[in-house]
């Protein structure tokens, strides 16, 4: 069987200028699905910046960074403040911070920091953010936001990420009903939920695995796809093809989608 790495990857082409004049801030984007949205839309002219909670070397060039952490109130009064002092206006807001740092161990083993920390990561960052940012994208009549889910809002497990599939759930249904708001005022939202995506934090988790279990990359990862019910392509998803979704999602090709999901895990999700 052949590696994620040995895979032969889609080469997908773009307008080089499609995005030229916007100004487009990508949460969490220095690695993962975050780094190839950022870069996927700054190759096709957009001024794009990027936010975590550390520094990286590891940008593109052009790519422009603020150092801030936004699953604080705090952090995120800082971004919105120091992005606006900068570059005036957003035109499109990408949420892709999220994540899970709670034990395993089920439901009982799940503190109030733990919830809480969940809830401020993959909710309320981004409402903090549509708060900074929604004002003046509809004083101008014109804008995109969209919300990086988790299939794990319609697929839970249990074990060590129900705060977060809760938070996600959460995240989905709020984005649906500011949809409804905002797009008669000239912005549209939309939601894009990812399973299985092979990011470096993926990989290393298969090494893990390998390393834990005497096993080879392969198997640990085809052990993780199993533990979803199998992935019918194959194969996790790749961080660039989401980002092609993102790039899709926020143009003027897709001038009428509005408060949607789209689902990009493969046909993980074994239903309608």
Known sequence: MSTQSELPCAEFSYDTQEFKGKRVLVTGGTKGMGKAIA?????????????????SDNLESGV???????????GTTK??????????????????VGGSSAPGGGFLALTDEDWQEALNQNLLAA????????????????????H??????????????????????????????????????????????????ETT???????RL??????????????????????????????????ELVAFLVSDRAASINGSEYMIDGGTIPTV
């Not at 700054?42 to 975590?52: D, K, L, N, Q």
């Not at 422009?64 to 705090?74: G, L, S, Y």
């Not at 940012?133 to 936001?145: A, S, Y």
């Not at 979803?228 to 996790?236: A, D, E, K, S």
């Open 201 to 207: 934090a993926a990989q290393g988790l298969i090494e």
């Open 64 to 74: 422009h960074f603020v150092q801030a952490d936004i699953a604080t109130a705090e």
């Open 210 to 243: 390998a390393t834990t279990s005497g096993t080879d990359e392969n198997t640990a990862r085809q052990g993780l796809m199993d533990s979803l019910g199998g992935i019918p392509i194959g194969r996790p998803g790749r961080p660039e093809e989401v980002a």
């Open 127 to 146: 409402v903090r953010l549509d708060r900074g940012f929604l004002p003046g994208m509809l004083k101008r009549g014109t804008g995109v936001i969209i």
């Open 79 to 96: 971004l919105v403040n120091e992005v606006l002092d900068r570059f005036e206006r957003i035109d499109i807001l990408v949420n892709n």
């Open 39 to 55: 870069e996927r839309l700054h190759r096709s002219g957009a001024t794009v910046i990027t936010t975590a909670r550390s520094t």
């Open 148 to 197: 990086i889910s988790s299939i794990q809002r319609r697929m839970p497990l249990f074990e060590a990420t129900l705060a977060y599939a809760a938070a996600k759930a959460a995240l989905s249904n709020y984005s649906k009903g500011l949809s409804n708001e905002v797009a008669p005022k000239g912005v549209r939202v939309n939601t894009v939920a990812p399973g299985f995506i």
